[in-house]
């Protein structure tokens, strides 16, 4: 992993402008980024947050002397520390701008690491790994958790730390910790239908491209759960329905639609946080990525993100 550059575009990581420093606890401090990235993502559900967020924790690590940090006995734990604490803090203010979001907010999409453009330095495999915790599904339940509830989940059940660590995190017991995540825990189970196997869900998705490329309705409908739900995120920065399209007659004949509407639009299967997704791109650059939920052998939810500030890592040159 490089650390040539910060995670935040280029921006240099404090204590690393100097190409000579051979210092073997530096090496110790920063090797955490991997760890820190993943779980800032997960909490805040956005990558460029969660390189702020990143950013910052070490900002407060070298802030201290030399003498505070070896009083630390773990850094590692105290980075972890930090790191939730700044999320937390950050969820709680998240919550009060979607409000004011225009349309629905979706989680920012990841694409599989050949994907990654932008030229940071930094390999995308070294900053969120892909796994079940980071698929659209798994985060947009996350979405409807309290900070509390989500910092507990994702330290205990994700990466494994325990409640009496979590406590003074969260600012609560332990006990109450192990509430808090075990609402969660059911929360999930009960949003999350049995997932298909990767290859059916490759199947399937490449089956709704090739029927939305041959504007094939009767086709597209088949691959849809009747009661299958498609929500758009544009931000308000570009166009795209407001208000989510319930059922697969009305998905279907938006997507035709769509295609209409924009027929130099090309489409490519490709991998949106560890799952089969597409993106749609126009004269070579990104204009939209879709995830989507298939249970079975058919599509229950499809999420079209758009906002051009999350599709940045998506965007070719």
Not at 42 to 71: F, K, N, P
Not at 105 to 120: D, F, R, V, Y
Not at 143 to 157: G, K, Q, T, W, Y
């Amino acid at each position: 992993m490089s650390n040539q550059s910060g995670p935040g575009g280029g921006r240099p990581d404090p204590g690393l402008t100097d190409p000579g420093l051979t210092d073997p606890g530096l090496t110790a401090v920063m090797s955490e980024r991997r760890q820190l990235i993943n779980l800032a993502y997960r909490l805040l559900g956005s990558l460029a947050e969660a390189e702020d967020a990143v950013q910052e924790t070490y900002a407060r690590w070298y802030a201290m002397s030399r003498q505070q940090q070896e009083v630390i006995e773990s850094p590692g734990a105290w980075l972890t520390t930090v790191a939730s604490r700044i999320c937390l803090d950050l969820l709680g203010s998240a919550r009060a701008r979607r409000v004011r979001y225009v349309g629905h907010w979706i989680p920012e999409p990841l694409p599989e690491p050949a994907e990654w453009t932008g030229g940071t330095g930094v390999d995308p495999a070294d900053r969120v790994t892909l796994d079940e915790s980071v698929s659209m599904a798994f985060l947009i339940v996350l979405e409807s958790m309290n900070p509390a509830e989500r910092v507990a989940f994702i330290l205990h059940d994700v990466f494994g730390y325990s409640f009496i660590e979590i406590a003074p995190i969260t600012g609560r017991t332990a006990a109450a910790c192990r509430q808090l995540t075990s609402r969660a825990r059911r929360r999930i189970r009960a949003s999350q239908p049995p997932a298909a196997p990767a290859a059916r869900q490759a199947s399937i998705v490449r089956a709704f491209k090739q029927a939305w490329e041959a504007n094939d309705i009767d086709a597209l409908i088949r691959l849809l759960d009747p009661d299958a739900t498609a929500i758009a995120d544009s931000g308000g920065l570009v166009s795209a329905t407001l208000r989510p399209i319930e059922g697969r007659d009305q998905i279907a004949r938006a997507a035709i639609d769509l295609a209409a509407l924009a027929p130099s639009l090309t489409l490519l299967e490709c991998t949106v946080n560890g799952q089969p997704g597409l993106v749609a791109q126009q004269d070579g650059v990104t204009v939209t990525v879709f995830a989507f939920q298939v249970a079975g052998d058919q599509i229950t939810r499809i999420w079209a993100i758009r906002n051009p500030d999350k599709l940045r890592p998506w965007t070719t040159s």
